[in-house]
């Protein structure tokens, strides 16, 4: 705590520094000459830069405080903050650019508004991109973490950015989505609603297959070390559908609360016993 309000301290001493010595900038024209546009420009983008930066981190703290969250989870607000964080930066490193050779920005975008528009029909991509990630990250829809399903794509939310959403799916694969996309996506989110109930549906043949009692019995003890993440007597195996030369069955059990990996790990062990049990 020390140490982060003597990063406030320091950025404050910074920014009356900054203020101070662009005051007396003017005086100093004649003597510095053709430098004066650059260095002019430089001390006012890092005091605009500064002026941001603290505003956007005091912003953040108070945030925290109020939701009690550790310095290292995130989720959406904080995540949408630091996305206009960088936007706006990123206007001022522009902006910066342009004062370098003394250009008036008002009269520069008065005069090439046809050229802008072109620019904007250009990039309408990206500007859809990043406006559909701020609006992503200050709405309730999905969040840091969340278990979603985002078209065909199904995983845990592990960050939400400017232009894309990264998600981790169930092959543990990294997976980068546009945020236009999503947003204009039909989204599940598993974790919204709370779905405790996992399904999973099988078929064997009868041929080979002789007791639903016996499987059964044999599934319920493979769940006896996730005993206690379990609802009790939730767990079963129904049968669906019969046919003349398979069942179509489906095991069933209720976690105590939402726990992908937990389900993963229950989800491959069950997988595998159903395998072994069928093939013996």
Do not use: C
């Not at 975008?109 to 992503?136: C, D, Q, Y």
């Not at 996506?185 to 080979?208: A, G």
């Not at 003349?244 to 105590?256: A, G, I, S, V, Y």
Request: glycine share 4%.
């Amino acid at each position: 705590m020390q140490q982060l309000i003597l990063k406030y301290v320091l950025r404050i001493l910074v920014l009356i520094a900054l203020l101070t010595i662009i005051r007396h900038m003017p005086d100093y024209e004649k003597n510095i000459g053709q430098a004066y546009d650059f260095i002019y420009s430089i001390l006012r983008f890092l005091l605009f830069f500064i002026t941001v930066n603290l505003i956007t981190a005091m912003l953040v703290m108070i945030y925290r405080i109020r939701k009690k969250l550790a310095y290292k989870y995130t989720d959406n607000v904080i995540s949408g903050v630091n996305n206009l964080y960088y936007l706006i930066v990123t206007i001022g490193v522009i902006l910066m650019i342009l004062g370098f050779w003394g250009i008036d920005v008002g009269k520069l975008l008065t005069s090439l508004s046809i050229a802008a528009a072109a620019v904007a029909i250009i990039s309408k991509e990206f500007v859809s991109a990043i406006i559909s990630g701020i609006i992503i990250s200050f709405t309730n829809d999905i969040g840091i973490d969340d278990y979603v399903q985002i078209g065909g794509n199904k995983g845990k939310i592990l960050d939400i950015s400017l232009t894309k959403v990264t998600m981790l799916n169930e092959d543990d694969d990294i997976i980068f989505i546009p945020n236009d996309k999503v947003y204009l996506s039909e989204i599940i989110n598993y974790t919204k609603r709370e779905i405790r109930k996992v399904n999973i549906d099988f078929e064997v043949d009868l041929s080979v297959f002789t007791s639903v009692e016996k499987l059964e019995l044999l599934l319920k003890k493979s769940l006896e070390d996730y005993k206690q993440l379990i609802e009790p007597n939730s767990i079963s195996l129904n049968i669906v559908e019969i046919h003349k030369e398979h069942l179509t069955l489906k095991f069933q059990f209720k976690l105590k609360e939402v726990n992908r990996d937990v389900e993963k790990l229950i989800r491959k062990q069950t997988a595998r016993i159903i395998v072994n049990a069928i093939g013996r």
